[in-house]
């Protein structure tokens, strides 16, 4: 996580970057064989999905090859994280661990 941590340090800023949030299986330690890894990318400021997935593409993808982990990573503003009461979002508050 901390090589993700770090790559995607570098791609958005220090001002944007938030960090990563571990949730769901690995997080609550259910995970079994061929489970993904979730984990929720914070930024700063107003966040379109599909923009920062493809924005991602390119250090999420050779990281998972190299892991063997099938990473799921879902970005969402620090503001929403925070504060919405979004049932998932709840749930990853209340589960999720800082992922580096």
Do not use: Q
């Amino acid at each position: 996580m901390r090589h993700l941590d770090g790559e995607l340090r570098g791609l958005y800023g220090e001002e944007r970057y938030g960090g990563l949030i571990l949730y769901g299986s690995y997080a609550r330690g259910e995970a079994e064989a061929g489970s993904d890894v979730d984990l929720l990318l914070l930024l700063e400021g107003e966040v379109d999905p599909v923009r920062e997935l493809i924005r991602m593409e390119d250090v999420k993808w050779p990281l998972a090859l190299e892991s063997g982990y099938a990473l799921s990573v879902l970005p969402v503003s620090i503001r929403s994280y925070h504060s919405s009461e979004e049932p998932f979002l709840w749930s990853a508050r209340m589960e999720g661990i800082p992922a580096a």
